[in-house]
């Protein structure tokens, strides 16, 4: 059973466009939402993150929506730039579990100039 | 800060050998650190969690005798691959977790393994 789904699989986007990654999670025990990217053969870095507690968390161009009636929550990249080309992963954790994170299957992103 | 080193960043082996993955928090200390390996174009899967000074737990079907892992001080785990044959070809990633901040975890840059 995939805890997390993420969507779509990839994505094409033109430079300045908007690019939305979805995720949708079954257990509502999970109370931290981050999200990483990873560009080709490097580890994933954290992006942004999020908490129940509220529905929407900024930082520059990167944007988290989060809906805890509808489980789901979703990445927006405004402005988006060729150098965000990577591959995106959302994640979920619950409180006492060590942080341990259950993954989506993630998001090629390519922005097209 | 929060800074996650794994160290090599790519080794080539041959196979029947043991090979050693370093993972290091540079700027913080980790009372976890996860192991995690990635096949190309696919996500993150979770092998073992390793807590300092104890047995890490390892997830269903990975092998513990293969896969052996050491988390003996706050800022160091290591990963053996014992007997490494070639489907032990992967990408093998570390992470830390700190509650300090974010509380998350924060990864390494990974080590990509090719057994001959």
């Known amino acids: 059973q995939q805890q997390v789904k993420q969507s779509p699989q990839s994505l094409i986007v033109q430079k300045g466009g908007i690019s939305i990654i979805n995720c949708a999670y079954e257990n509502t025990a999970f109370d931290y939402f981050p999200w990483y990217q990873q560009f080709p053969g490097k580890g994933p870095a954290l992006l942004i993150a999020i908490r129940p507690d509220v529905s929407e968390k900024k930082e520059g161009r990167f944007t988290i929506s989060f809906n805890k009636s509808a489980k789901q929550f979703s990445l927006h990249i405004m402005d988006s730039q060729p150098g965000d080309s990577a591959t995106y992963f959302c994640?979920?954790?619950?409180?006492?579990?060590?942080?341990?994170?259950?993954f989506g299957k993630g998001t090629k992103l390519s922005v097209k100039p | 800060g929060a800074v996650v080193s794994q160290h090599p960043s790519r080794v080539i082996c041959k196979s029947g050998t043991s090979v050693k993955i370093e993972c290091r928090s540079l700027?913080?200390?980790?009372?976890?650190m996860f192991w995690y390996r990635q096949f190309p174009k696919q996500s993150l899967m979770l092998m073992a969690t390793s807590n300092e000074g104890s047995k890490a737990t390892y997830e269903q079907g990975v092998e513990k005798d293969k896969f052996l892992i050491n988390h003996a001080s706050l800022t160091l785990s290591t990963l053996t691959v014992t007997s490494a044959h070639p489907e032990d070809s992967s990408f093998y990633i570390c992470s830390a977790w700190t509650t300090l901040g974010t509380d998350t975890q924060y990864f390494g840059p990974g080590t990509r393994l090719t057994v001959l």
């Open positions: 994640a979920a954790s619950k409180e006492g579990s060590q942080g341990n994170l259950i």
């Open positions: 700027d913080f200390q980790a009372t976890t």
